[in-house]
T-cell receptor, first 113, second 113 residues
Framework: KAGVTQTPRYLIKTRGQQVTLSCSPI?????VSWYQQTPGQGLQFLFE???????NKGNFPGRFSGRQFSNSRSEMNVSTLELGDSALYLC????????????FGPGTRLLVL | KQEVTQIPAALSVPEGENLVLNCSFT??????LQWFRQDPGKGLTSLLL?????REQTSGRLNASLDKSSGRSTLYIAASQPGDSATYLC????????????FGAGTQVVVTP
C-alpha cells in the first residue's frame, strides 16, 4: 500500500498571501489529522476529519481551515499568512478507530517571508 | 490538561550500547501511546503502538513499556547503531479528543560509531 502523500513538499509565500496544502491518506483510511511542527512549539494538533466531517479542532485561529473530500483526501488552507506560520505541516491518516496507529506523511515545509 | 514530557531532551551513546528513552504523561485517560522516529526535516515514522490495556510491545530491537497508572512509558532500543540516530517522539491519544495525538517534545539521539 502506498503511504500518506502530501503536496507540495516545499512552499515559499509572502506575508498576507494564502496557501492550500493537500494530503492523500492511505487507501481505505477515512480519518485525516493535521499537525503543525515548529522548533519552538513542537507538534501541535490542528484538526481532524472523518468522512468529510470535522470532528475536532485544535487551538488555532480561524485563518486555519480544512476540508475533506469524499475520497478521503484532505486539504488545509491558511489565509493571510504570518511569519509565524512558517512550519512543517504534517498530516496523518488512520482507518478511523481511536485505537489504531496514525501514519504520517512526509510533510509540507512552508516558509513565509 | 494533558501534558507529555520526554527526558532527556538529548542523548549521545556509543554504538552497541542500549538506549533507554522516557516519556511521562499527566492524564491516564488515554486510548494508547505511540512512539515515533523523526529524521531531520522528515515526517514521522511509527515505531510502536501500545494500547492502554497493554503493558508492552516489541518489534525487533525495540521494546516499549507502558504503566498507565503512573503515567510513564519507556522505549528500549537494544544494541544501538549509527542508523538509530534521530529524534524520538512519544504521543498519547486522549479519550476526550477525536483524532488528536498529544506529543512530547522529543529526545534527540546520536549514536556514535
Amino acid at each position: 500500500k502506498a503511504g500518506v502523500t502530501q503536496t507540495p513538499r516545499y512552499l515559499i509565500k509572502t506575508r498576507g498571501q494564502q496557501v492550500t496544502l493537500s494530503c492523500s491518506p492511505i487507501s481505505g483510511h477515512r480519518s485525516v489529522s493535521w499537525y503543525q511542527q515548529t522548533p519552538g512549539q513542537g507538534l501541535q494538533f490542528l484538526f481532524e476529519y472523518f468522512s468529510e466531517t470535522q470532528r475536532n479542532k485544535g487551538n488555532f485561529p480561524g485563518r486555519f481551515s480544512g476540508r475533506q473530500f469524499s475520497n478521503s483526501r484532505s486539504e488545509m488552507n491558511v489565509s493571510t499568512l504570518e511569519l509565524g506560520d512558517s512550519a512543517l505541516y504534517l498530516c496523518a491518516s488512520t482507518a478511523g478507530g481511536e485505537w489504531q496507529t496514525q501514519y504520517f506523511g512526509p510533510g509540507t515545509r512552508l516558509l513565509v517571508l | 490538561k494533558q501534558e507529555v514530557t520526554q527526558i532527556p531532551a538529548a542523548l549521545s551513546v556509543p554504538e552497541g550500547e542500549n538506549l533507554v528513552l522516557n516519556c511521562s504523561f499527566t492524564d491516564s485517560a488515554i486510548y494508547n501511546l505511540q512512539w515515533f522516529r523523526q529524521d531531520p526535516g522528515k515526517g514521522l515514522t511509527s515505531l510502536l503502538l501500545i494500547q492502554s490495556s497493554q503493558r508492552e510491545q516489541t518489534s525487533g530491537r525495540l521494546n516499549a513499556s507502558l504503566d498507565k497508572s503512573s503515567g510513564r512509558s519507556t522505549l528500549y532500543i537494544a544494541a544501538s547503531q549509527p542508523g538509530d540516530s534521530a529524534t524520538y517522539l512519544c504521543a498519547v491519544r486522549p479519550t476526550d479528543s477525536w483524532g488528536k495525538l498529544q506529543f512530547g517534545a522529543g529526545t534527540q539521539v546520536v549514536v556514535t560509531p
